[in-house]
Structure formats: C-alpha cells, structure tokens
C-alpha cells in the first residue's frame, strides 16, 4: 500500500545512492545489491565501471547471451573487490532477467520484491526514490534518516526540482545481505548454482554482528 506523503525532488543531505539513480531503477537495484555487506566507498568503483560497461539491462544480457564465459570473468573482477562475488554475479544476472521480463519501473502493481534478490532495504528504496512514495517502516539507518529529513520538508519542497547525477554518496552507508527469491532458471553457461535461494545458511550467519562475510 503506497503512502500518501511524496518523496521530494531535493537532494538530501546524505546524497544517497538511491538519489543518484532513482530515474534509472535498474541501477538504484544493481547498487542496492552492490551495498550489501559493504560500504559506499567500496561500492562506488564497482557501480560506476559496471555501468560504464552495461548501461542498461538489457546490454548486460546481450553480453551475457554473446559470450557467456567473457560476461563471468568480467562481472567477477568488478565484483571481487567487494566480497561475495560469485553471489553478487547471481543476484545481478538473475534479478535483470526478472527485471526486463516483469518491468517494475513500467507496471507498478509489480511488487518489486518478486524480483530474484530483492528484500526490503532494495525494495524501500526503490519505492521511495522511484515510485516516489516515502515508506514509513523503513528498518535501515540511512533510510530511516533520509524519511525524518523529508518530512521537515512538507509543505516546503520544490517537487519539480530534479537531483544532480554528480551527487556523492556517503562513505559510511553499507547493507546487510538481504533474502532473495526462489530461482527461476540458472543458465548453466555462467556456474550458477541450480539450487540457489538467494540467502544460504552461511549467509544469515555471515549477517550476525561481529561476523565476517566470507566468499561461498
């Protein structure tokens, strides 16, 4: 159910990545992915060759199609700084299949949860910054700031005003590995695993405070 507050045009003073990318709502999910269990000044390379490389979906899919083993090896290097590549290439690959094939950006009774990976921190920023409604339960810190800081702003906001492409994004906004959705079909030429959930029992240990992702 969409609130009835809007979400404003502004930048906000955290210059979320999600500010960056909420006219391009594949990216602000490939960067959702790219946060998870690491910080922004780790990501921000990541994002910003990946989507110098493929700047839609449906170009990652087309070099994926062409020449399947290059796609691995190049998503692999772009990932490996941030940890849980061969996960992250999963999660990328498969929520951009669902992407193109259930278009949440076009549709929006889609739930964007239905999409391969998506759990609630993508699925909140997502909402918020590209279907443009704030959502009032929303469980990560960054998140949580950027709703108060917004609602300072009712009655006041411009919004037509439009954010800056060139915003930066903290360094300290990081994510926690978020739950994905059953599989629907692994191409077999990437490696990826048939029985993949998403979220492994490793995961939800690797979730814990203190705990250290490691690579499965």
């Not at 690491?38 to 990946?50: E, G, Y």
């Not at 997502?126 to 108060?148: A, P, T």
Request: glycine letters at 6%; one cysteine or more.
């Amino acid at each position: 159910m969409r609130e009835g507050m809007r979400t404003p045009r502004f930048i906000s003073p955290y210059s979320l990545m999600q500010e960056q990318f909420r006219d391009e709502p594949w990216k602000l999910l490939v960067g959702c992915i790219m946060l998870n269990q690491t910080s922004a000044v780790q990501a921000r390379p990541a994002w910003t060759k990946l989507f110098e490389i493929f700047p839609d979906p449906a170009s990652l899919l087309r070099n994926c199609s062409e020449d399947p083993s290059n796609f691995r090896d190049l998503l692999l290097e772009i990932l490996r700084p941030l940890g849980f590549q061969n996960r992250r290439l999963e999660r990328i690959y498969r929520m951009t299949l669902d992407f193109q094939t259930k278009r949440p950006d076009l549709n929006h009774e889609i739930d964007v949860t239905d999409l391969y990976g998506i759990g609630k921190y993508a699925a909140d920023s997502f909402n918020m910054f590209c279907r443009s409604y704030i959502v009032q339960d929303v469980k990560d810190k960054e998140l949580r700031n950027y709703v108060e800081w917004a609602k300072t702003l009712l009655g006041g906001a411009d919004p037509g005003v439009r954010p800056d492409p060139q915003a930066s994004v903290p360094e300290i906004q990081g994510r926690q590995e978020e739950k994905g959705e059953p599989e629907t079909g692994s191409p077999r030429s990437l490696g990826l695993r048939e029985d993949s959930r998403g979220l492994s029992e490793h995961d939800k240990e690797a979730e814990r405070p203190g705990s250290t992702p490691e690579e499965i």
